[in-house]
């Protein structure tokens, strides 16, 4: 059987941190005065958390200094950790670990690509951190997804081609950049806001183990 690379996300995607991200910065524009809705939140998923804070700012058009911005980036991660101080394996997401184990049993490798600079810690927290042959987080890159960066190191540590390699996704994003990549997507939430995924999925219950033994046989075109 070829070896292909599964790159999971983390937010979103195998874990349900996204719901605190979201709380976190929905408090920090409240306090600037800033209408934030789920809609505009969409825009935030897997980019980084400067990035977010500038997306933000440029929806109410508020112009800060750099000492205002860093006091902000650190109220809104000192939330956003509050809320996983007592987060276990419960948090995975429904229909992830059955994929995982369905890829672990058949000795495909694992990667996690986030944006996030706190994926460790989740990882270790909720017990899965075992099952990665290689991480790349937030605090292994320069360039925030669309960039391609993350998943093309990924790709690197696991010593394949990223045309050889899957990626999975919850964020607009993190499609794009999986796509500019040149490897396969795979979005997991709204078709709609994922319309560029080459596949999709309203979740991982909506996945089974035939949709991965058929990406395993496809071969290079
Ligand atoms: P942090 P992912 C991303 O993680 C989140 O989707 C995004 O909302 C967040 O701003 C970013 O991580 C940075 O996270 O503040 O923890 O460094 O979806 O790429 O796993
Ligand atoms: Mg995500």
């Not at 059955?98 to 890829?103: D, G, R, V």
């Not at 490798?109 to 099952?131: D, M, Q, V, W, Y």
């Not at 795979?186 to 058929?214: Q, R, S, W, Y």
Request: net charge negative; hydrophobic share 45%; aromatic share 8%.
């Amino acid at each position: 059987m070829s070896k292909k690379g599964f790159i999971f996300d983390l937010d979103g995607v195998i874990v349900d941190t996204a719901k605190y991200h979201y709380l976190a910065w929905q408090k920090i524009a409240e306090k600037l005065g800033i209408e934030f809705t789920p809609h505009h939140n969409e825009k935030l998923k897997g980019v980084s958390r400067v990035r977010s804070l500038e997306i933000i700012l440029e929806l109410g058009k508020i112009s800060a200094t750099d000492q205002e911005k860093q006091l902000w980036l650190t109220q809104k991660n000192d939330d956003y950790l509050s809320y996983l101080t007592d987060i276990d394996s419960s948090e995975i997401l429904p229909g992830v670990m059955p994929i995982l184990s369905h890829l672990e049993t058949l000795k495909q490798p694992i990667a996690l690509g986030s944006a996030s600079k706190n994926a460790r810690p989740i990882l270790e927290k909720t017990g899965i951190i075992e099952l990665f042959d290689a991480i790349v987080d937030g605090n292994d890159v320069s360039q925030a997804k669309p960039d391609p960066e993350v998943f093309l190191v990924a790709a690197r540590k696991l010593n394949l081609a990223p045309e050889d390699c899957i990626v999975f996704e919850d964020s607009e994003a993190g499609i794009q950049a999986a796509n500019v990549a040149g490897m396969i997507s795979v979005g997991i939430g709204d078709a709609k806001v994922l319309h560029e995924a080459a596949f999709n999925f309203p979740d991982f219950t909506h996945m089974d183990t035939a949709f991965i033994d058929g990406l395993l046989k496809k071969v290079k075109a």
